[in-house]
């Protein structure tokens, strides 16, 4: 992915969430929040489509069955240079459950890493 101005914005702005004093409640999916830090990300890279990405897999027979996966998951997102992308849930041990392919994405970022913990989707830093 080429380095462009809003892509290095994001990245800089990225690495100041640490914790958040605001959760934000989804209004398609009852029970599920996310942290200042994906609101930001959501907002400055047009991906609210990702947090619904991730949170539309939480009926996933391989997810909502695993009782360690409620408690905590580990969502990755990677974009390819021809922008073909894979959303991939994986346990604390690096362990894939399920992998979602997308044909397109306009995502700046090459890849994020997001944390589901308790039912608030949140960066890595704000664990």
Known sequence: MSDNPKRQEILSTLGHFCGSETIYRHPLFKGLYYTEGV?????????????????????????????????F??????VAEDKSAVLTCLQDTDQPILSQEIEYSDFCLSEIKFYLCNNVLMLPSEY
């Open 39 to 71: 609101q930001y990300l959501a907002e400055a890279a047009g991906a609210y489509w990702l947090v619904e990405a991730v949170f539309s897999h939480q009926i996933n027979p391989k997810v909502k069955s695993n009782q360690a996966l409620q408690e």
């Open 73 to 78: 998951q580990i969502w990755e997102l990677k």
